[in-house]
């Protein structure tokens, strides 16, 4: 949509950026702004600024985003690229198939393991030759194979020697650009002499989850970011997490474990506390599926080559990020010392919760969730996981 924003909207936008890349919101390998050849990160709290957070509930972009999406649309990822003269271009797919281009289906993404999303750009400069135009390959999104497969839509990436030519999008300060989930892209270096800003935010369909777990926003703005009433930040929380499990599912039984002292304690879901790195990684901090996989290994011995998000739960005041798994077949389980576990019904555990014999109590509405055929849900996996999936 060529000209879509006033450009008064636009250089308040700009200014918000400029103003934010020095503060607390910024992510960067390299040195403190404005340093050459550097990229600039500001993703999730920015759009707490007014000038920013305008874009991510305009009617315009909800109006277009939504009608593509089919659906009501949730804002998934709010990030802002600054780039100063000289910084490179994108880099090419993670797992190696095009030198320059990528898609952003990704397994261990906050937003790119979806199957329903769309992104939205706009560029608060021109995207031209100098200063490094955005390139597409159309029809590149029609690649990808999806199958389903009982409560989950697999996906196939397809590889990055199958897709068409790139083309200069042409984007221009102020243009709204809208650009399928899965279609390829790259974007130019900065051989100009000005920084390269632009917004690229990311909507899902309200009922397509990320697989491996939403960033969480602050309460304010989850208050302040809406759309006809609505807030569009539906995972927000000043608390942070502080457990992260998984509903393991065998047939019509799911497994829960307790500490194996003949004591009266409660059962609860495999998992535990989230690993250091999975806390403080630069990107996607969202993701604890790594953290999960390693504490069922040495719980139950389990392997757990994926698992789908649920929802963050509240407990004494702290949040539980829940995932889920069907086992395939009967896995067997070998506890580790110290501790018991069991197989229920949903029945079961609804009973358990009611006499007071589970430690979280949201275990019954973990698995109402995974049970609603309305959700589409699909694979995340920990991005070591992913890297060397093919």
Same mark, same amino acid.
Not at 216 to 237: V, W
């Given at each position: 949509?060529?000209?879509?924003?006033?450009?008064?909207?636009?250089?308040?936008?700009?200014?918000?950026?400029?103003?934010?890349?020095?503060?607390?919101?910024?992510?960067?390998?390299?040195?403190?702004?404005?340093?050459?050849?550097?990229?600039?990160?500001?993703?999730r709290?920015?759009?707490?600024?007014?000038?920013?957070?305008?874009?991510?509930?305009?009617?315009?972009?909800?109006?277009?985003?939504?009608?593509?999406?089919?659906?009501?649309?949730?804002?998934?990822?709010?990030?802002?690229?600054?780039?100063?003269?000289?910084?490179?271009?994108?880099?090419?797919d993670?797992?190696?198939?095009?030198?320059?281009?990528?898609?952003?289906?990704?397994?261990?993404?906050?937003?790119?393991?979806?199957?329903?999303?769309?992104?939205? &750009?706009? #560029? *608060? =400069? /021109?995207?031209?030759? !100098?200063? @490094?135009? $955005?390139?597409?390959?159309?029809?590149?999104?029609?690649?990808?194979?999806?199958?389903?497969?009982?409560?989950?839509?697999?996906?196939?990436?397809?590889?990055?020697?199958? &897709?068409? #030519? *790139? =083309? /200069?999008?042409q984007? !221009?300060? @102020?243009? $709204?650009?809208?650009?399928?989930?899965?279609?390829?892209?790259?974007?130019?270096?900065?051989g100009?002499?000005?920084?390269?800003?632009?917004?690229?935010?990311?909507?899902?369909?309200?009922?397509?989850?990320?697989?491996?777990?939403?960033?969480?926003?602050?309460?304010?703005?989850?208050?302040?970011?809406?759309?006809?009433?609505?807030?569009?930040?539906?995972?927000?929380?000043?608390?942070?997490?502080?457990?992260?499990?998984?509903?393991?599912?065998?047939?019509?039984?799911?497994?829960?474990?307790?500490?194996?002292?003949?004591g009266?304690?409660?059962?609860?879901?495999?998992?535990?506390?989230p690993?250091?790195?999975?806390l403080?990684?630069?990107?996607?901090?969202?993701?604890?599926?790594?953290?999960?996989?390693?504490?069922?290994?040495?719980?139950?011995?389990?392997?757990?080559?994926?698992?789908?998000?649920?929802?963050?739960?509240?407990?004494?005041?702290?949040?539980?990020?829940?995932?889920?798994?069907?086992?395939?077949?009967d896995s067997?389980?070998?506890?580790?010392?110290?501790?018991?576990?069991?197989?229920?019904?949903?029945?079961?555990?609804?009973?358990?919760?009611?006499?007071?014999?589970?430690?979280?109590?949201?275990?019954?509405q973990?698995?109402?969730?995974?049970?609603?055929?309305?959700?589409?849900?699909?694979?995340?996996?920990?991005?070591?996981?992913?890297?060397?999936?093919?």
């Open positions: 949509m060529r000209g879509a924003f006033k450009q008064d909207e636009i250089d308040r936008a700009a200014k918000a950026t400029l103003r934010c890349v020095t503060g607390d919101y910024v992510t960067t390998a390299g040195d403190p702004y404005p340093s050459l050849a550097t990229l600039y990160v500001l993703e709290h920015h759009v707490e600024e007014p000038e920013l957070g305008h874009f991510s509930s305009h009617p315009i972009v909800l109006d277009s985003v939504q009608t593509l999406l089919g659906c009501n649309a949730v804002l998934s990822a709010a990030v802002t690229y600054v780039k100063t003269p000289g910084a490179v271009s994108t880099g090419g993670y797992q190696g198939s095009n030198p320059t281009a990528h898609q952003d289906y990704k397994t261990y993404h906050h937003a790119g393991s979806s199957v329903n999303w769309l992104f939205s &750009i706009i #560029p *608060l =400069v /021109d995207l031209d030759q !100098r200063s @490094g135009p $955005l390139y597409v390959s159309p029809g590149s999104h029609k690649l990808n194979q999806v199958t389903t497969q009982g409560r989950v839509r697999r996906v196939q990436r397809c590889c990055g020697s199958e &897709i068409g #030519p *790139l =083309v /200069d999008t984007l !221009r300060r @102020g243009d $709204l650009l809208l650009m399928h989930m899965w279609t390829w892209h790259h974007g130019g270096a900065n100009s002499d000005r920084d390269r800003l632009g917004i690229y935010n990311t909507y899902r369909a309200v009922n397509a989850p990320p697989a491996c777990g939403p960033h969480l926003f602050t309460d304010k703005a989850h208050q302040a970011i809406c759309y006809n009433g609505r807030s569009l930040l539906p995972h927000h929380s000043n608390i942070p997490i502080t457990t992260a499990r998984v509903l393991l599912q065998y047939r019509e039984k799911y497994l829960m474990i307790r500490a194996d002292n003949r009266e304690e409660g059962w609860y879901l495999p998992g535990g506390e690993q250091e790195h999975d403080t990684r630069r990107y996607d901090r969202c993701n604890l599926i790594d953290s999960v996989e390693t504490k069922v290994r040495a719980q139950l011995n389990v392997e757990v080559p994926w698992m789908t998000y649920l929802a963050d739960f509240e407990h004494d005041g702290k949040l539980c990020r829940v995932y889920a798994h069907p086992l395939e077949e067997p389980v070998q506890a580790a010392k110290g501790i018991q576990e069991g197989w229920f019904t949903a029945e079961e555990i609804g009973a358990l919760k009611s006499a007071g014999k589970l430690t979280g109590g949201y275990e019954p973990a698995i109402d969730l995974w049970l609603d055929d309305s959700y589409l849900r699909s694979i995340g996996q920990s991005k070591n996981r992913a890297s060397g999936a093919t």
